[in-house]
């Protein structure tokens, strides 16, 4: 019984891989189709993409094109093809406006940009472009089925851009520039006020304001002092219980017993 249907597999494969060398060969547009089609439907993507390249230009303005881009457009995303798959897929949903399959083609081209956006250590020019397609979707498509992931999309994106734009902005501290520091935290902290990173970033800004509090001139220190003992407070008022808590209070303390030397 094995080798019976280890046999009939073998020959409907066989079968297969011949109607798709017969169909790449002919000049019939309609067998390409049709065999590209059944490549498609069979998961064989990478064939499928291959017929319709063929094809492409002689179905472009027939009626009976849309099946056909359809099922090319999503051959490329489901290839990982991601430039390629965003590309078709935008312009499918741009050529046939009244499709049933629009809202679903819609989403996996904005969702083809997201898979592009890189890790949030590289250039976030991709990832401004996804999260820009992404929230096209959900303005246009409210209350569609695909909302929770495109939200979820959304959030993930954003995250990323903050999470670049803080670790920017916390490379001031790292290098000791704590005047640039201040400058580029309380920028991050203005421009994202709800963002995760909101804690870490009032920290830096604080440990900042302390080191350059503490190394100041003796004519710009009062200054300095105060205005580190103030960024303590915004921290600690952030989270009472902040994961810096130890360190901000040894640095506080510190504070306290230089600015104790101007009150004698």
Do not use: W
């Amino acid at each position: 019984m094995n080798k019976v249907v280890s046999f009939l597999f073998i020959a409907l494969f066989l079968m297969s891989c011949s109607e798709y060398q017969k169909a790449l060969k002919s000049e019939d547009v309609a067998v390409k189709n049709e065999a590209a089609n059944k490549m498609y439907e069979a998961g064989k993507y990478m064939k499928a993409i291959r017929l319709y390249e063929q094809i492409v230009p002689a179905y472009k303005g027939k009626p009976s094109a849309e099946r056909m881009f359809y099922f090319y457009s999503m051959s490329l995303y489901k290839t990982k093809q991601y430039y390629l798959a965003g590309y078709q897929l935008e312009n499918f949903v741009a050529t046939y406006p009244k499709s049933e399959k629009r809202e679903e083609v819609a989403f996996y081209a904005a969702e083809s940009f997201y898979k592009l956006s890189p890790s949030y250590s590289l250039d976030q020019t991709d990832t401004e472009k996804a999260l820009d397609k992404m929230q096209r979707f959900i303005d246009m498509y409210p209350d569609s089925q695909f909302l929770p992931q495109a939200n979820a999309y959304v959030k993930e994106l954003r995250e990323k851009l903050e999470k670049k734009a803080f670790e920017i902005a916390k490379q001031y501290n790292t290098i000791s520039d704590y005047k640039g520091a201040l400058k580029a935290l309380e920028n991050f902290i203005a421009d994202y006020p709800g963002t995760p990173f909101k804690e870490q970033a009032l920290y830096y800004r604080f440990d900042s304001a302390y080191k350059l509090a503490v190394n100041s001139v003796e004519s710009k220190k009062l200054e300095r002092l105060i205005y580190a003992k103030s960024t303590y407070q915004n921290l600690i008022k952030h989270n009472s219980q902040t994961e810096f808590k130890e360190k901000a209070d040894d640095m506080l303390a510190e504070l306290e017993l230089e600015l104790q030397k101007y009150t004698k």
